[in-house]
């Protein structure tokens, strides 16, 4: 016969062997040292009335229901939950002021990134970036913008990366 009764600190419910009473036990839910109180015994201070699996004391308690044992689990924390709530970014303006680098802007334009024929924009990028380190990198934006080319006197459409970094 199982002996049932609930912590004293956090009410879970805990249900065990009748050779367990009067040990003294770590509740699984929230660590408390717990006395397992003896079947016979009545309610003293500081603890909660013991109920048997054997004594019907309701019509629930005596239905088929409450006769199939189950064995379930009470999950045993032992390090603190994980915030399921991330924290909200920080404004560019407050990591520029604790920084102790200051911010600097740098615009890569692809016309100047042509060498005899050679279109070496995205390598004069990557070698920027990798200069400038992942951690320093605060923003990329891509740009769209026009210019008047010199030869053709034409507006010419172009593209440039703006890059806004700590250094």
Do not use: W
């Not at 009067?22 to 109920?51: D, F, L, M, Y």
């Not at 951690?135 to 890059?163: C, E, F």
């Amino acid at each position: 016969m199982d002996i049932i009764f609930n912590c004293p600190k956090c009410e879970q419910e805990l249900a065990v062997d009748n050779s367990g009473a009067g040990s003294e036990i770590n509740c699984p839910s929230c660590s408390e040292k717990i006395v397992i109180p003896r079947t016979a015994a009545p309610a003293s201070s500081g603890t909660v009335p013991v109920r048997a699996t054997g004594h019907a004391s309701s019509p629930m308690s005596s239905s088929a229901a409450a006769k199939v044992e189950m064995h379930l689990k009470v999950p045993d924390h032992s390090q603190p939950a994980a915030s399921l709530i991330g924290k909200p970014s920080v404004p560019l303006d407050v990591t520029a002021k604790e920084s102790d680098r200051k911010m600097k802007v740098k615009t890569i334009r692809h016309t100047d990134c042509i060498e005899v024929g050679h279109d070496k924009f995205d390598e004069m990028v990557t070698a920027f970036l990798q200069k400038v380190g992942e951690t320093n990198v605060v923003s990329l934006t891509p740009l769209t913008y026009t210019h008047l080319d010199i030869g053709s006197q034409k507006l010419m459409t172009d593209y440039a990366v703006l890059v806004v970094y700590r250094g």
